[in-house]
């Protein structure tokens, strides 16, 4: 059996994290989040110098068909101060970024089995001002529509009632998780100013008895079993070991008889803490039976994976899979 984890102590990388959205929001405020603390959660800012060694360009135009491609760059995108305000970006990179978007999202278009990007983009928090067949498309929700057909795999036509998220960012995957399964409430687990980031924008889209934002310290108050579905993309591995078996120990706690899907650096070093983790060295809990681990689509350096929680008496946390 691990000892109960720390949950109140964030990691140096989420700390340093943390200090920066915080100076973002004094000097920007939330109405402009997509625009600067986005970049900072799963939102990819593209770069010509990096272009070359970008696996996620190479993987785009590999699976574009090249009258997509050309349709892509034909056309014609606002690249101007006005639509872009608050971006210091040149005209080039912005061009980049809207025709990387406009791939990924035609890319999502042909592998979204729930209907996500019938959604609408959210005109709240101010996203990049990039428009495809008629209408604001943005990279966020083309990436949550591949993750949430992952998702839907792992559910096996399952209809979830309860779902958590650690670490959300702005809310990006509850907004879709949350339209996908409308009689689903919806509580994250993250840090300050990012939770209080998320509950600002979740709670002007859906009603709030939807909806609990919880900080880590107080992740131990949820309650046993109940979850049907337990979400983490991009967040363990910017946490310390004993944190991601924490967190881990917790999904197995709360979400007996449920799934678990994760998105995360196949392998990463943390900078701030030293701290070097791969996706296979995850303490997957004993009981946990996986359905599928694959690299992710379009951001291959990530794999994705999920299992179901067999249904026990209990929940014997600190067995784990070797």
């Avoid at 920007?28 to 593209?46: E, M, S």
């Avoid at 995108?77 to 999202?105: I, M």
């Avoid at 019938?118 to 604001?136: A, D, F, I, K």
Wanted: hydrophobic share 40%; charged share 25%; net charge negative.
């Amino acid at each position: 059996m691990t000892e109960p984890p720390s949950f109140s102590e964030p990691s140096l990388f989420w700390q340093k994290l943390a200090e920066q959205h915080a100076a973002d929001l004094d000097r920007y405020g939330l109405d402009t989040i997509k625009r600067h603390q986005a970049l900072r959660y799963f939102t990819w800012r593209w770069s010509w110098s990096a272009l070359r060694e970008s696996r996620q360009m190479r993987f785009l135009l590999k699976h574009s068909p090249p009258g997509t491609i050309a349709r892509c760059m034909r056309e014609p995108a606002d690249l101007s101060d006005q639509a872009w305000e608050g971006v210091e970006w040149s005209r080039r990179e912005r061009w980049l970024y809207v025709f990387a978007t406009r791939l990924l999202w035609e890319y999502a278009r042909k592998h979204d089995s729930l209907n996500v990007l019938s959604l609408p983009e959210p005109e709240l928090g101010s996203p990049l001002p990039v428009h495809w067949r008629g209408r604001l498309i943005s990279q966020d929700l083309a990436n949550t529509a591949l993750e949430i057909r992952a998702i839907a795999r792992a559910l096996e036509g399952e209809q979830p009632h309860t779902i958590v998220e650690v670490g959300a960012g702005y809310g990006r995957t509850a907004y879709a998780l949350l339209h996908a399964f409308p009689d689903a409430t919806y509580t994250i687990v993250d840090i300050e100013p990012a939770l209080a980031i998320s509950k600002w924008y979740l709670e002007q889209l859906f009603p709030p008895d939807r909806l609990r934002f919880i900080r880590p310290e107080l992740a131990e108050s949820l309650p046993d079993l109940g979850t049907d579905l337990a979400v983490a993309v991009s967040s363990l591995h910017e946490m310390t070991s004993d944190q991601v078996a924490g967190y881990l120990d917790l999904f197995d706690r709360v979400a007996t008889g449920g799934r678990v899907y994760l998105k995360q650096w196949q392998h990463w070093t943390n900078p701030e803490d030293g701290i070097t983790l791969d996706f296979d060295e995850y303490p997957i809990p004993a009981g946990w039976r996986p359905l599928f681990d694959e690299p992710a689509p379009v951001q291959t350096n990530f794999r994705q994976a999920a299992w179901s929680i067999e249904n026990r008496a209990g929940s014997a946390t600190g067995a784990r899979q070797t």
